[in-house]
């Protein structure tokens, strides 16, 4: 840089420094006189030095002084005939030394980690539920319990009843773990924090069955989505009823058991390559996913020229996951992101697979059950 001074002004800044690598930049702002160092501005001019700031400090620790508010020593100080600053100085001393703060006890919610379960086969993890019915008058009610299965989706376990209690919550769980063969150390059972899922009976039946409980997140309401999902897609069909209402039990009963057959046997699932929940459940979905990927083998044997890469994956998943942990190229869930034609399939007989189409509440289907 010294050799670039010297010689810069007689041949050439530009050509000096390009013979030199160094930047002109930096030998032009080297040239350029330094400002003086900054000195901290001075404090305003009826700041109270510092040591009659540690003499109000140590005022304000006098055992007497101690637990009163500021405003409360001022006014005491005065009445002594004493001034020694005002009551915003006060807490700005106390500021600076930390000893200002909120003196009752503030609840803080402590951050809850959200449950992450793992399914590979069926009976490993059920997601249960209670959704409301409407009844036939306002303020009336049916109760609607609900157990699936989250790796197949099949319902496992149902029960409509005119009240939420934990006794019909815990004779419902244990029958269907019954139904289902269930053994000690094989199902965790999710659900969020209602009463009857948190209940006393509830949780020494299932210690019993040596059944794992997990649960919602507190004052969170998206980690049961598979049985959230279900519920919408159940309150969603043109088959439900047009004002919500059902006008008996029997009537509420009998509705929900054509839905869950039809959900079970016949609804082909978005989130299980298009099989029905029962095919998952029992096994029977590898042969007809390898039985599509055969089609599509001939299908692409016959005309190449229509297929550019790989076809369709019919491959069944291997895995299904509660809450599985965000990346930024993925989702936190599939549970809530149903396919177009996923909440419009009516309750039908087997082997129906016409999707209704959304088109109103007045389009009931003759075969829908009422």
């Given at each position: 840089?010294e050799t670039?001074?010297?010689?810069?002004?007689?041949?050439?800044?530009?050509s000096?420094?390009?013979?030199?690598?160094v930047?002109?930049?930096t030998?032009?702002?080297?040239?350029?006189?330094?400002?003086?160092?900054?000195?901290?501005?001075?404090g305003?001019?009826?700041?109270?030095?510092?040591t009659?700031?540690?003499?109000?400090?140590?005022?304000?620790?006098?055992?007497?002084?101690?637990?009163?508010?500021?405003?409360?020593?001022?006014?005491?100080?005065?009445?002594?005939?004493?001034?020694?600053?005002?009551e915003?100085?006060?807490?700005?001393i106390?500021?600076?030394?930390?000893?200002v703060?909120?003196r009752?006890?503030?609840l803080?919610?402590?951050?809850?980690?959200?449950p992450?379960?793992?399914a590979?086969?069926?009976?490993?993890?059920?997601s249960?539920?209670?959704?409301?019915?409407?009844?036939?008058?306002?303020?009336?009610y049916?109760?609607?319990?609900?157990?699936?299965?989250?790796?197949?989706?099949?319902?496992?376990?149902?029960?409509?009843?005119?009240?939420?209690?934990?006794?019909?919550?815990?004779?419902l769980?244990?029958?269907?773990?019954?139904?289902?063969?269930?053994?000690?150390?094989?199902?965790?059972?999710?659900?969020?924090?209602?009463?009857?899922?948190t209940?006393?009976?509830?949780?020494?039946?299932?210690?019993?069955?040596?059944?794992?409980?997990?649960?919602?997140?507190?004052?969170?309401?998206?980690?049961?989505?598979?049985?959230?999902?279900?519920?919408?897609?159940?309150?969603?069909?043109?088959?439900?009823?047009?004002?919500?209402?059902?006008e008996?039990?029997?009537?509420?009963?009998?509705w929900?058991?054509?839905?869950?057959h039809w959900?079970?046997?016949?609804?082909l699932h978005?989130?299980?390559?298009?099989?029905?929940?029962?095919?998952?459940?029992f096994?029977?979905?590898?042969?007809?996913?390898?039985?599509r990927?055969?089609?599509?083998?001939?299908?692409?044997?016959?005309?190449?020229?229509?297929?550019?890469?790989?076809?369709r994956?019919?491959?069944?998943?291997?895995?299904?996951?509660?809450?599985?942990?965000?990346t930024p190229?993925?989702?936190?869930?599939?549970?809530?992101r149903?396919?177009?034609?996923h909440r419009?399939?009516?309750?039908?007989?087997?082997?129906?697979?016409?999707p209704?189409?959304?088109?109103?509440?007045?389009?009931?289907p003759?075969?829908?059950?009422?």
């Amino acid at each position: 840089m010294e050799t670039a001074q010297e010689v810069g002004p007689r041949l050439g800044v530009a050509s000096t420094c390009a013979a030199l690598g160094v930047a002109a930049a930096t030998y032009y702002r080297r040239r350029k006189p330094q400002p003086a160092a900054r000195t901290a501005p001075p404090g305003p001019p009826r700041t109270l030095p510092a040591t009659e700031r540690a003499s109000v400090l140590d005022l304000l620790h006098e055992p007497r002084f101690v637990d009163l508010a500021p405003a409360q020593v001022y006014a005491g100080l005065l009445d002594e005939k004493r001034y020694l600053c005002s009551e915003r100085t006060m807490y700005r001393i106390l500021e600076e030394n930390q000893e200002v703060r909120e003196r009752r006890a503030q609840l803080r919610h402590p951050s809850y980690a959200a449950p992450q379960l793992l399914a590979t086969a069926p009976n490993q993890l059920w997601s249960w539920d209670i959704t409301k019915l409407l009844g036939p008058a306002k303020w009336t009610y049916f109760y609607l319990y609900v157990i699936l299965d989250v790796f197949s989706r099949y319902v496992v376990g149902w029960m409509v009843a005119h009240r939420e209690t934990a006794v019909l919550a815990e004779k419902l769980i244990r029958e269907t773990c019954a139904r289902q063969g269930i053994v000690p150390g094989q199902l965790t059972i999710h659900a969020d924090r209602g009463s009857s899922m948190t209940s006393k009976p509830v949780a020494l039946l299932l210690a019993d069955l040596g059944v794992v409980k997990s649960h919602s997140r507190p004052y969170v309401s998206d980690d049961n989505p598979f049985s959230e999902s279900l519920f919408g897609t159940m309150k969603g069909l043109p088959a439900y009823p047009e004002d919500g209402r059902f006008e008996s039990d029997a009537a509420a009963r009998a509705w929900v058991e054509a839905f869950v057959h039809w959900y079970n046997h016949v609804h082909l699932h978005s989130a299980i390559r298009f099989v029905t929940p029962a095919d998952r459940h029992f096994g029977r979905d590898v042969a007809i996913l390898e039985a599509r990927h055969a089609v599509y083998q001939a299908a692409r044997q016959r005309n190449p020229e229509r297929w550019t890469g790989e076809t369709r994956d019919w491959s069944p998943p291997r895995t299904v996951r509660l809450n599985p942990k965000r990346t930024p190229d993925r989702p936190a869930s599939r549970a809530g992101r149903r396919h177009r034609h996923h909440r419009v399939l009516p309750p039908a007989a087997v082997g129906s697979q016409e999707p209704a189409g959304r088109r109103g509440r007045k389009h009931r289907p003759s075969h829908a059950p009422s």
